[in-house]
């Protein structure tokens, strides 16, 4: 019993400490995304010699091999991504930023700011980079994660190429590389740029992230650590007319959202459109509940979410649980009546419903 209690004393004393402000690095290095990724690639290394030796890999080859731990790493990080992928706070910030950032240069970065040259201003090729980089999203393995990169800067390389050649220019390789790849993020503004560099450098297997995948992948973080810390200094650009063209993106991007959000004038307007019918005092007495309109989200998509809307979501979910809890009280006390409207027709049905009210008719007859 002794040692039981003093276990437990133990363990709260450990939990109360832990609470403390001054061990907040110990709780950043428990919690530590890091962490993970080692114990994932110390996973990869000890399952590939598993398999290696395993009767049902009896014989196989170096590439089959590989293959059976690609599929492994795919298999494993699906499972594991809800978890793995942006599991900070502070990297769901650091992606907002970015995102922000890029969409202010947007708005006036020219080719000429980064010194592109002529010869090297292709935009068809640009366009197809940027699609590449876009679908980083729509993946949840690391490795195909890396090959919507690869495949972007594939495509930039093949610029350089075709352009040394055609033009009889000698091109400075990473030197003309670089910025023409930081040009098509800015263009592509990737979701989740950070988030998705961390994910792969963490979950890639190491022996992958080797060779052309490490070159192209470091080019990227290169690129958006270039672009995070972007000011008028890194652009050809002068300094005055640079924090003009940035105030100015601000200003127009303030609007914007303004505009977005519905005015009063918005409101009344629409509900001149439906008229006093029904469906017009439903909507607004939602609009009155939550002043303004109810439901903002219903179109958004889950990556134009910000941080910021976070509070909002949950004042609107805490109002559609409050009018859910409503109405089931209401329906509890409604009297149930005797008269039953007619059903609508519905094709098909017909027949159940003659079948349903005959059989109540001979009910009730036998009653009587």
């Known amino acids: 019993m002794d040692s039981a209690s003093t276990h437990s004393v133990t363990f709260f004393d450990f939990l109360d400490r832990m609470r403390n402000p001054a061990s907040l690095d110990l709780v950043r290095s428990i919690k530590s995304p890091e962490n993970d990724g080692k114990k994932v690639q110390d996973f990869y290394f000890t399952m590939e010699a598993a398999i290696s030796d395993h009767p049902l890999w009896d014989g196989a080859s170096i590439e089959e091999i590989d293959s059976a731990m690609e599929g492994l790493e795919k298999y494993v990080m699906t499972k594991l991504f809800t978890r793995t992928f942006m599991p900070l706070p502070e990297d769901m910030k650091i992606d907002q930023e970015i995102s922000e950032k890029i969409c202010l240069l947007q708005t006036f970065l020219r080719p000429e700011h980064l010194d592109i040259p002529a010869v090297l201003q292709n935009e068809a090729s640009w366009l197809l980079g940027e699609k590449e980089l876009q679908k980083i999203n729509a993946f949840k393995a690391p490795r195909e994660k890396l090959l919507c990169i690869m495949n972007c800067c594939r495509v930039i390389n093949n610029l350089l190429l075709n352009a040394s050649m055609s033009e009889n220019v000698v091109l400075a390789g990473a030197d003309d590389f670089l910025p023409v790849l930081i040009y098509v993020v800015i263009k592509a503004n990737p979701p ?27 080019n990227l973080v290169s690129a958006k650590s270039f672009i ?63 002043g303004g309109s109810s439901y903002p989200y219903m179109e958004a998509e889950a990556g134009e979410l910000t941080v910021g809307d976070v509070e909002r979501l949950l004042s609107l979910y805490k109002d559609v649980v409050t009018k859910y809890t409503g109405l089931c009280r209401g329906v509890r006390h409604v009297p149930v009546t005797k008269k039953v409207p007619p059903a609508p027709y519905l094709d098909g049905t017909d027949v159940m419903l003659t079948q349903s009210a005959e059989t109540s008719t001979s009910m009730d007859s036998q009653k009587k």
């Open 228 to 290: 995070v810390d972007l000011n008028a200094k890194s652009l050809s650009i002068e300094e005055i007319k640079f924090e003009e063209k940035m105030q100015a993106a601000r200003l127009a991007n303030k609007v914007e959202q303004v505009e977005i959000s519905p005015t009063t004038h918005d409101i009344k307007a629409s509900r001149e459109e439906r008229g006093p019918g029904p469906s017009g005092r439903i909507h607004d007495n939602e609009t009155n509940t939550s």
């Open 192 to 218: 989740q740029l950070h988030s998705n560099l961390k994910f792969i450098q963490l979950y890639r297997r190491q022996t992958k992230l080797v060779s052309e995948a490490a070159y192209y992948f470091t």
